[in-house]
């Protein structure tokens, strides 16, 4: 009886190794791109929360002014920060560069019974979107928030 393995036993074993080897490639991959969208997803709660510090939805007092067009996240910083305040770090400016804000009213003329059925209650889409339309990788997250025209 000979000792050893045959050919066929090794043939085996190195194709079960690179089944092995190749599922975690695969896995790491995957585990990269999810570290990837955790860091835009929490810059882009940075910028939401900027957007919602440089223009209060507290503060609107007619519907007719909750729209805002698209704003950079960093004139969103000079809004709040104002002419003597801080400035953003080259760090912060690369990290915030093509990130924008916006706010829009879902529904821009609801009839009252609508209105009534929300109890006065008007939809807010809070939207901050990053990366760059012309080559096909932008992103956007966003979430509504309610509004009630304040009493008069």
Known sequence: MKKGFSLLEVL????????????????????QQLMLSAAYLETAQE???????????????????IDVDEVKATKLWDIIAGSNGPSLS?????????????????DKNPN???LKRMGGLYRVR?????????RGDAEEESYIALWKEPEK
């Not at 085996?12 to 585990?31: C, H, N, P, R, T």
């Not at 910028?47 to 002014?65: F, I, N």
């Not at 912060?92 to 990130?99: A, I, L, N, P």
């Open 47 to 65: 910028v939401m929360d900027l957007g919602d510090m440089a223009y209060p939805l507290e503060d609107v007092k007619d519907p007719d002014d």
């Open 112 to 114: 009252e019974d609508d």
């Open 126 to 134: 809070i939207r901050v979107r990053w990366g760059d339309i012309r």
């Open 12 to 31: 085996i074993a190195v194709v079960i190794l690179a089944f092995g080897i190749a599922s975690l490639l695969a896995k790491m991959a995957v585990s």
């Open 90 to 106: 080259s760090e912060q400016e690369d990290k915030f560069r093509t990130y924008y804000w916006s706010r829009e009213l879902i």
